[in-house]
């Protein structure tokens, strides 16, 4: 749908920290929640997604949980560095569809 | 090894003047769609392509029109650029409907004058 929330808008850690990015949506149908990675000046690359008929997927560093109940899904990185640092996008979609929309983004800045 | 090709990367245009911005894909993918990112805001869906057939999005100003001749080409034309319409202009694209990775372009940054 198009209702997605996401907080904070800016996050700063200390290397090696973990960061959390949470996102909440609306829409009943949305069936599939990717997270979107941005670099300055470059293009959304997908890190991590996840669809509704599982509560946690993880990647390594990343994982995403997801409460269908509560209709938030969250963004967790464990033992950041300075390279995650980035803009992160939530988004909610229906996957049959492929399209998305995605949350406001958050500023991480993960300091050495 | 580009897979999505936007261009110009930079694009110039005077206010109310018609531009048209473009993207090609070598990965044979169904589906493509272009998005509004204004500056620290979220890429804004503004219509997609499911082969031939044109999605356009409720809030899509009319003034945004799309074209797609082929699988591998797709273009946003903007037939009277306004200076609210400055923006970076995204393409991307995906396999197909299903929850397929959507891969971006580098984007098309566009300033009216």
């Known amino acids: 749908g198009e209702n997605v929330e996401q907080h904070p808008s800016t996050l700063s850690v200390q290397e090696g920290d973990s960061a959390v990015i949470k996102c909440t949506y609306s829409?009943?149908?949305?069936?599939?929640f990717p997270w979107y990675k941005q670099e300055l000046g470059k293009r959304p690359q997908l890190i991590i997604d996840?669809?509704?008929?599982?509560g946690e997927k993880k990647d390594q560093r990343i994982a995403v949980t997801l409460n269908k109940t509560a209709k938030h899904f969250s963004l967790h990185i464990t033992e950041t560095q300075p390279e995650d640092s980035a803009v992160y996008f939530c988004a909610d979609g229906e996957y049959n569809f492929n399209k998305f929309y995605f949350g406001s983004g958050t500023k991480l800045n993960v300091k050495p | 090894d580009a897979m999505v090709i936007q261009n110009p990367r930079y694009q110039v245009t005077q206010f109310g003047k018609p531009v048209t911005l473009s993207c090609s894909q070598t990965?044979?993918?169904?589906?493509m769609y272009w998005y509004q990112q204004k500056s620290s805001q979220a890429p804004k869906l503004l219509f997609h392509y499911y082969d031939k057939d044109f999605n356009n999005e409720a809030d899509t100003p009319d003034n945004f029109q799309s074209r797609r001749p082929n699988t591998s080409f797709c273009f946003l034309d903007i037939r009277s650029p306004g200076l609210g319409d400055a923006a970076m202009y995204l393409c991307?694209?995906?396999?197909?409907?299903?929850?397929?990775?959507?891969?971006f372009g580098p984007g098309t940054r566009l300033t009216v004058t």
């Open positions: 990965l044979n993918h169904n589906v």
């Open positions: 829409d009943s149908a949305s069936n599939y």
């Open positions: 991307a694209t995906s396999r197909d409907r299903g929850n397929y990775e959507q891969y």
């Open positions: 996840i669809r509704s008929n599982v």
